[in-house]
């Protein structure tokens, strides 16, 4: 037993220096290790902003050196692999682990179709860099890729206390809250947020430390909470504070977010995240700002509203949030934090099904295939240990592992355009293999008979009445009938193709438009494959012309791979009038020579 438990100690010793962002810093770069002294002092985020300062300094020079590769550098077969022939898209978080152009490169092609940068983290000259590297891997792939800026939102903390190691508060204990500055004792602490006071009642809730403290709020006053300690744990310095059933009278946009946002809005990312969501006005305030920004742009970025509070379901909030934003982005994280668990895979399902009701992408999030890492991790270590010593450990992490893989897949099946990887591809071992792991939950899901099932019972009605809808829902017809391999929309501002996912058909959305704004934008749409097409290159008075830009961009993308595979086309005219599609054709891939000379 001693032996037994000497070996699993070191192997979890090992696994958990594999896993800390110092750990991260060995593993990836010789350039990162050779700053290891100064890395060593460090910890937590100071660790991983520290390693995004090496990491990109060490790899400034390949990332110019790969722009100049050709074309022809490409794989051969890229087009033709399962990772063009997914609907659900895939957004893979940037860190420490995925920032050099091979390693962007890797998770383009493994199945990622969005990049999210993280601005809870690091600097914005990182930032810059990483987007800059993005845009190299969209220009030699000659396909539009998305990036989403994440903005952190407000943190809610408690204060300090005069014991270092914080103080453990027992069930049934009274626990003052209030705005006294001195340091906190077994009996109080400060709460430097008066919002939180202000809002709170009688019987309220407020969760500690990510939920692992519970406290009811049983007496109120002037700028103090009394509560009764539910759940018992210790307090320490600092720790987050969770507000279930208030509203807080405050922006979700703190000065560093402000901040941010500029940045953002001066580099040019395509989609921002905003935290903290409560209600309908905090999507009409960051609107407001980005207009104001640059009140000339007619193509600013998407806003996606993170779903992490439950004051998004009061009344209509969750209807009029959807409306107001461009995307939405399940937290299931915080969700699970601030709501009972049983509710929010239910919750879950109504986010996915608003959103698929008006038309906007919903990217479900956090804590996808963490124990992916872990689990491949482990098994090299598991090679050296004797089996019989190695059964319990395996089955706990293998467990985890298909579980993890199960929520991806219940996200899938209830519709969700996007799933996203945190951790896993930020600051994993394997952020690879990870993007890779859950392109095949992917399209092992969308093979399945019941996958198609669901979607069809679950197709949202289009009730506009307008030209382009009608258009939209006979092209799906037709593609069925006549078993077309691609839909191949002409668009300008994308509305045309957003509407046609909607409506999930069975076959591959081409979006063909000339502007690369809104190309980016439908990356996070399920089933469209954006193509950026200026208008130099397509004469849009010439119809034969456009349709046969369309076979041939659907050819070049591997959406059509045979002379005799046909394409139902649509388009508007006059070209370039926004939600104008009013033109339906079925074409052979072939092109004019075939053609009939109606067309």
Known sequence: MKLLAATLGAVLVLAADAFSPLSLTKARSNAVTSSGTALKSLGGMDAYDAQMKAMMSAQQQPAASTTAAPLSAQTDNYKSSQRWRKRTKQLATLGPASSSFEMIEKLFLAGADIFRLNFSHGEHQQKQELLDIIRQVEAKYEHPIAILGDLQGPKLRVGTFANPDGERLEAGQIFRFDLDESPGTNQRVRLPHPEIIAASQVGHVLLIDDGKMKLEVIGTGPGYLDCNVVVPGMIKDRKGVNTPDSILEISCLTPKDREDLDYMLGIGVDWIALSFVQRPEDIVEIKRLIMEYNPTNAFPPHVMAKIEKPSCFFGDNLEKIVELCDGIMVARGDLGVECAPEDVPILQKTIIDECRTQGKPCVVATQMLEVYNLTVFIAYFLKFIPVLLCTNIMLCVNVSHFREASDAA?????????????????????????????????NRVEGDAHYSQYLQSNRPKITDGTSASAIILAARSVARNVNAKCIASFTVGGDTARKASMKRPEQPILAISPLIETCRHLAMSWGVYPHYCPEENLDSDNFRDMLWVACQVGLNKGLVTDDRDLLVVTAGFPFGTPGAANIIRVVPAAGPTFWDATL
């Open 410 to 442: 219940t996200a899938i099946y209830d519709g969700a355009d996007a799933i996203m990887l945190s951790a896993e591809s930020a600051a994993g071992m394997y952020p690879e293999e990870s993007v890779l792991m859950q392109q095949r939950i992917i």
